[in-house]
């Protein structure tokens, strides 16, 4: 085991990883989790991920960090780092003169993220969230390297985020597609529950990658063949306007045409009732499942749906 040091103004944290490097020379693929830190399949799935590697079959380099958000995973904390409430997947490349978690995202950065020639980052749904497991990808020069893993990880849908009105910025993804580097963030589980199915799912994704790239050398591994994916050009975030007590009408997974009803946003008496209708036709791939919504609070991602396509 390693750990790398990041200097804070009033100490010291230490972020544990395991680094693998095989007999011989070949791509250098990184694996994270816990940018979140109470996505507990994702961190799951690496740590078991980490303990299985072993030089004898690996062609290359393995870098495995199963938690990088140590401070959220602690305290439970959903999304955010408590210490200046700040999401930690919307702060990189990071500062090095900043707050707490843009020092953090520096370090990630440097230590991790640019060293890399493959970066995959697990996630799952956070507490208050239901979700349906998807990939998503970013638009660079490298995007059909990303979108190739994307399509090897195996889930059942894919999504293609576009520079131009960007939703999720300052991601692990979106740095490494900044850089030149092939990446991916996996999504699989929900709610901060600790299932079975969905580490497994992440573990057949990950083992699916380093059989992709060639870093897994064992004779008696094979592909796992899933069916092909639903890719998404892009998606839509919708927000509340007001706090209040939301009423999911969909569930993840389920397709919507324009104007059907996605749920309801009311007073916490039941009044002033609102009703938030599909604005296209797609697919909501995460739901927040908590009625408490604050004002400008996120109800769901409602990805747009091209249909299938043949695997790569």
């Given at each position: ?73 602690w305290e439970r904390s959903a999304f955010v780092v ?108 929900q709610n901060g529950i600790l299932d079975r199915v ?89 739901v927040t499942s908590s009625p408490a919504v604050t ?18």
């Open positions: 085991m390693h750990e790398l040091i990041v200097p804070l103004p009033d100490g010291a944290l230490a972020v544990p990883y395991v680094e693998v490097a095989g007999k011989s020379a070949g791509p250098h693929l990184t694996v994270m989790a816990g940018v979140h830190g109470a996505e507990y399949t994702s961190i799951a799935a690496v740590r078991e991920f980490a303990r299985a590697l072993d030089p004898a079959w690996v062609h290359g380099r393995i870098t495995a960090v199963p938690v990088v958000n140590l401070l959220s995973f408590p210490l200046d409430e700040k999401n930690l997947n919307r702060s990189f490349p990071g500062n090095p003169g900043g707050t707490f978690t843009e020092v953090l995202a520096h370090h990630i950065t440097e230590a991790f993220i640019r060293p890399t020639d493959y970066l995959l980052d697990l996630h799952a749904g956070d507490l208050p969230e239901a979700l349906e497991p998807f990939v998503l990808y970013d638009e660079s020069p490298v995007e059909e390297q990303s979108r190739r893993l994307a399509h090897a990880y195996g889930l059942g849908h894919v999504v293609r985020q576009a520079r131009a009105g960007q939703t999720v910025g300052g991601s692990t993804s979106a740095v490494a597609a900044d850089l030149g580097i092939p990446s991916i963030t996996a999504e699989a589980g969905s580490v497994d799912r992440h573990l057949t994704g990950l083992a699916n990658i380093t059989r992709l790239l060639g870093i897994d050398t064992r004779p008696s591994s094979g592909t796992t063949v899933s069916a092909p994916p639903v890719e998404h050009d892009g998606w839509v975030w919708l927000r509340t306007t007001t706090a209040g007590w939301w009423e999911p009408a969909v569930a993840p997974g389920t397709d919507v045409d324009a104007g059907d009803l996605l749920g309801t946003v009311s007073g916490v008496l039941g009044d002033h009732r609102t009703e938030i209708r599909a604005p296209e036709a797609g697919v909501p791939l995460f004002a400008d609070g996120l109800l769901m991602g409602l990805a747009r749906t091209n249909g299938p396509v043949a695997q790569t």
